[in-house]
């Protein structure tokens, strides 16, 4: 904890929320990471499989397992959301600027491992 100048503790200031272009340089910068159209939105791809899609420019739906959509989830209720498909629990929705960078970074590179090829996990 930081003291100001009487010795009283302050709390850190909160670290800038992210944005998109954040959420991009980072999906971009796993191995063999690509951005494609699908359907109309931006996705990221590794090996042709999608790991996360931008739906608007508030959200990124990122792949993971259940276990990790609940777990962030119960972690980070105010910024993610479980995504269904149809009956599927398919993806964790994260509101990029409520999400730690930690978060978003893990969950990414968590969805990146599930679809890479062997050679590159």
């Known amino acids: 904890m930081v003291r100001d100048g009487a010795g009283v503790a302050v709390p850190p200031e909160p670290p800038e929320p992210m944005d998109l272009a954040e959420v991009a340089q980072l999906a971009l910068g796993l191995p063999e990471a690509v951005e494609q159209d699908h359907h ?9 499989k999608i790991f996360a899609t931008v739906p608007d420019e508030q959200h990124v739906r990122i792949m993971v397992d259940q276990e990790d959509i609940l777990a962030a989830v119960a972690e980070e209720p105010q910024a993610c959301t479980e ?11 994260v509101e990029i600027q409520r999400a730690p960078r930690p978060l978003v970074t893990e969950l990414l590179e968590d969805a990146w491992r599930r679809k890479a090829p062997a050679r590159l996990r």
Do not use: E, T
């Open 40 to 48: 109309g939105i931006r996705s990221f791809r590794i090996d042709g």
């Open 83 to 93: 995504g269904w498909w149809g009956k599927r629990l398919a993806c964790v929705v």
